[in-house]
């Protein structure tokens, strides 16, 4: 969703290398932090996905409500689409 948000990720066959961003209120970049961490310690990688109904139907009705009220007042419009 955030495009300027990307983490990069190097795996050699010693050690995991990479950056990752630092972030205030969860979209907004401040930097970047350096991730360097030997093949040893890593005990295990857990990977999911979830999808999550509600929330879906929730993001659904206010994308249309902010594309409703998008063409009568553009600021209000912003602000919905934006809590997408």
Do not use: C, H
């Amino acid at each position: 969703m955030f495009f300027w948000l990307k983490a990069s990720y190097l795996l050699t066959d010693k050690r995991l290398t990479g950056t990752e961003p630092n972030v205030i209120l969860g979209f907004v970049p401040l930097g970047e932090e350096q991730v360097n961490q030997p093949l040893k310690t890593i005990a295990s990688v857990n990977s999911g996905t979830k999808f999550l109904f509600k929330k879906f139907i929730v993001g659904m009705v206010l994308a249309i409500i902010g594309f409703t009220v998008f063409s009568k007042t553009i600021v209000a419009g912003i602000i919905l689409l934006f809590l997408v």
